[in-house]
C-alpha cells in the first residue's frame, strides 16, 4: 500500500507540472498558436493570455530571454517585445534620449517590434518623476507621464 502511494505522489510530481505548460498553450486558437511556432520555433514555457481587444498574448522564453507577442485571433503577428540591456544600447538611440530629456536614470528598457517599426521603450525617472519615454528607430520620440 505504502509503495502505490509512493507512485501516485511521483507520478502526480512528474505529471503536473507538464500540464500546466499545456493548459497555457491550450488556451490559444489553434491558428493562432500555429502562427506563433513558425516565427518562434524553439519557445519555451508559453503561456497565453486574451487581451480584451480579441488578441492573444504569449509569454515565454526564447534563445534565453524572457519575451512577449501578439497575436490577432485571425493569427495575424502583431508585435513583439523583449527587456534589453540599459548598458548596451545603441549609440543612436542614447543620443536621441540625452537631447530631449534631461537629468534621468533608465529604469527599464524594451525592444517593440511591430510590422511597421521597432521602438525602444524607456522608463525613466526624472526629477523624481517617471515617464515612458518611447524612440522609434525613425528618430521620432514620445514622452508621457507614467500612469
Request: charged letters at 25%; proline letters at 3%; glycine letters at 6%.
Amino acid at each position: 500500500m505504502k509503495k502505490l502511494l509512493v507512485l501516485i505522489l511521483l507520478t502526480g510530481i512528474i505529471v503536473l507540472p507538464s500540464c500546466e505548460n499545456r493548459a497555457g498553450d491550450d488556451s490559444a486558437p489553434e491558428r493562432v498558436k500555429r502562427a506563433f511556432h513558425v516565427k518562434f520555433v524553439e519557445a519555451e514555457k508559453v503561456i497565453w493570455q486574451e487581451k480584451g481587444d480579441s488578441n492573444w498574448v504569449a509569454r515565454f522564453s526564447w534563445h534565453g530571454k524572457d519575451y512577449s507577442a501578439i497575436y490577432s485571433s485571425s493569427g495575424k503577428w502583431l508585435e513583439t517585445e523583449y527587456a534589453l540591456d540599459k548598458n548596451h544600447l545603441p549609440a543612436p538611440i542614447l543620443s536621441i534620449l540625452n537631447q530631449n530629456v534631461g537629468n534621468y536614470e533608465i529604469e527599464k528598457v524594451d525592444l517593440l517590434i511591430t510590422t511597421m517599426d521597432e521602438v525602444y521603450r524607456f522608463e525613466i525617472e526624472e526629477q523624481g518623476k517617471e515617464f515612458v519615454v518611447d524612440i522609434h528607430t525613425t528618430g521620432t520620440l514620445t514622452k508621457q507621464a507614467k500612469s
